[in-house]
């Protein structure tokens, strides 16, 4: 039953780094059309830069499902230099506490 959960959080995190990818090529791709809509026609479309926005914001949001889960975030390592292996086990349990609340509040 573990198994298969974590399996499918697996599976889940992978499918939101990959949306979070394809929103950032698509939102390239408008950009890269509102440019060239620009410069040409002089002429701009307000939807464009409103999907952009709202991709990018998606692509940071769903992405970051994905960073959590291949632990590549950005962390203060120096800081467990000076800590012991209890003190370090105890500022990531209340690390990992606050963010829980922080994403429970949101």
């Given at each position: 039953?573990?198994?298969?959960?974590?399996?499918?959080?697996?599976y889940t995190a992978k499918a939101?780094?990959?949306?979070?990818?394809?929103?950032?090529?698509f939102s390239i791709l408008v950009i890269v059309e509102?440019?060239?809509e620009r410069y040409f026609f002089q002429r701009a479309i307000t939807w464009q830069t409103e999907?952009?926005?709202?991709?990018?914001?998606?692509?940071?949001?769903?992405?970051?499902?994905?960073v959590l889960s291949e632990k590549a975030h950005v962390s203060m390592e120096w800081i467990y230099d000076f800590l012991s292996k209890k003190n370090i086990i105890k500022l990531i349990?209340?690390?990992k506490m606050a963010?829980?609340?922080f994403k429970n509040i949101i």
């Open positions: 039953m573990i198994k298969n959960y974590l399996k499918f959080c697996d939101c780094g990959a949306f979070a990818v394809g929103a950032l090529i509102l440019v060239f999907l952009v926005t709202m991709l990018l914001v998606a692509s940071t949001f769903i992405g970051s499902a994905y349990l209340i690390s963010f829980l609340l």
